[in-house]
C-alpha cells in the first residue's frame, strides 16, 4: 500500500507501462512497519535486503544481464542499499548471479530516503508510527534508523563502493506529513535525503509529504510526470549503452 493512492491507483502498474512499454516492470514487498497490532517483524535490515537479492536473482534467471533501474522509497531505499552492497561484494566465483545483480544496476531513484538517519530517536518513532498506532515495535529497525547510528554508516560506507557505476537521483518531501496529536513533521528533509560528496547525482523536490511523494491518482499528477521524465531520460541512456555493448 506504500505506493499506492487513495483512488487505488498503483501507477507502477497503472500508469508506468504506458509510458516505458519496452520496461519490465517488478515491485518488491516486505515489512514495512516497525509497528503492528498482530506483531511486529523481526527482521533486520540485512535480513530484508538478503531476501531481496534472493528473490530478484530467481526473477533474473532467464536474463540475468537485463540492465536494471532501482526505485526505493524511505526504509526501502537503506535495503537496498545494503542489497546492492551484498551484490557488488560478493566473491564473483561462488555466486555469479548476485554480481550480475551489481552490473546489470545502471541507476537508483531515491525517494525520502533517510541515508543519515531520521534526525533524532523521536524522529524514527515518529516513521514507524506512519503505518501503524499500535502498540508493538520493532527496536532493532528502530535503532538502525538513528541519526549516525552505526548500522547506517556502516551500509554507506560499503555503499560509496557501488555508487562509481550508477546514475543516482535523489528526491525530497517538500511538505510536512501529519503525525500523531495533530502535529506535523519533515520526516526526511532533504539534507538527509541527499547522500553528502556524490557529485554526479542529481537532487529533485516532490511536491508532496513523506507519504504521499510515491502515490500519484493519475497520469496527469505533477509529482508523477517528473519521475518518468527522468526515467525515460535514464532508460535513453540505457537503450545507448546495450546498443554500444
Known amino acids: 500500500q506504500s505506493w499506492t493512492a487513495e483512488n487505488e491507483k498503483l501507477w507502477l502498474k497503472d500508469f508506468l507501462p504506458n509510458d516505458l512499454p519496452n520496461a519490465r516492470i517488478l515491485s518488491y514487498g516486505y515489512d514495512a512497519d516497525t509497528r503492528s497490532f498482530i506483531q511486529t517483524s523481526s527482521k533486520t535490515i540485512s535480513h530484508h535486503a538478503e531476501d531481496f537479492v534472493e528473490r530478484l536473482s530467481q526473477l533474473r534467471r532467464m536474463h ?18 545494503r542489497a546492492l552492497v551484498l551484490c557488488h561484494s560478493d566473491n564473483f ?19 525520502g530516503t533517510p541515508h543519515s538517519g531520521a534526525n533524532g530517536i523521536q524522529l524514527a518513532e515518529w516513521m514507524g ?24 554508516e556502516d551500509i554507506q560506507r560499503h555503499y560509496q563502493s557501488v555508487t562509481r557505476q550508477l ?7 517538500e511538505y510536512e506529513t501529519p503525525i500523531l496529536g495533530g502535529r506535523t513533521k519533515l520526516i526526511v528533509p532533504r539534507h538527509l535525503a541527499v547522500i553528502p560528496g556524490d557529485n554526479k547525482a542529481r537532487v529533485a523536490s516532490m511536491h508532496a509529504d513523506h507519504c504521499e511523494m510515491v502515490k ?16 525515460v531520460e535514464l532508460l535513453e541512456r540505457v537503450k545507448a549503452t546495450v546498443d554500444e555493448n
Open 216 to 231: 500519484y491518482t493519475s497520469a496527469d499528477d505533477e509529482n508523477y510526470c517528473k519521475v518518468v521524465d527522468y526515467l
Open 93 to 111: 566465483e561462488t555466486d555469479r548471479k548476485l554480481r550480475d545483480i551489481s552490473t546489470s544496476t545502471l541507476a537508483v531513484l531515491f525517494f
Open 167 to 173: 546514475s543516482t537521483i535523489f528526491f525530497y518531501e
Open 64 to 81: 540475468p544481464r537485463r540492465p536494471i533501474v532501482f526505485l526505493a522509497h524511505s526504509l526501502g531505499g537503506i535495503i537496498l542499499k
Open 129 to 152: 508510527r506512519l503505518f501503524s498506532v499500535f502498540m508493538y515495535t520493532n527496536t532493532r529497525i528502530l535503532s538502525d534508523l538513528n541519526r549516525d547510528s552505526p548500522k547506517l
